[in-house]
């Protein structure tokens, strides 16, 4: 039996890649108003979440790669909302770091970003989220898996 490629409307890819866009168009509004792009938020709010990463554990989470995060960060620091540091353990590296008044923009956006997820649940169930994000889990690992 022949199997046939998947439409394009249905294609893994296709799929994901119009769910982004969708969940994005509701979180972009509220960083537009404070000047960030979703790249340059990924960036503060993994520094919020653990503070003085050097830049390729950044770029590992915030799934960017370096010559972008290389732009990001340049812009962060212009801005003001990070500030590189030399690490103690090797002076050729550096550490990131969220300056206060980077902590500060994250406490301005933060409450839009729970409004957000807070609509999304009230639209799309609050189980139907959680069995997502576990699917989408199960997913990467089974991927991850078979390499």
């Known amino acids: 039996m022949t199997k046939r490629l998947r439409s394009f409307e249905r294609s893994l890819p296709m799929t994901l890649l119009q769910t982004r866009e969708a969940v994005m168009k509701k979180f972009i509004p509220s960083l537009k108003e404070h000047g ?14 653990e503070n003085g990463l ?23 620091v212009k801005e003001k909302l990070v500030e590189r540091q030399a690490s103690e353990h090797d002076q050729r590296r550096s550490k990131i770091l969220l300056t206060d008044l980077g902590r500060e923009l994250f406490a ?40």
């Not at 960030?36 to 979440?49: C, D, F, K, M, S």
């Not at 933060?110 to 609050?126: C, D, T």
């Open 108 to 147: 301005k956006i933060a409450p839009k970003s729970i409004e957000r997820y807070i609509a999304i649940e009230e639209k799309f169930g609050v189980r139907k989220l959680e069995l997502l994000y576990e699917l989408l889990d199960d997913l990467i690992q089974t991927l991850e898996e078979s390499d």
């Open 36 to 49: 960030l792009t979703p790249q340059q938020w990924r960036v503060i709010r993994a520094l919020e979440h």
């Open 54 to 76: 050097d830049i390729s554990t950044i770029a590992e989470r915030c799934y960017l790669l370096m010559p972008s995060l290389s732009r990001i960060i340049t812009f962060l």
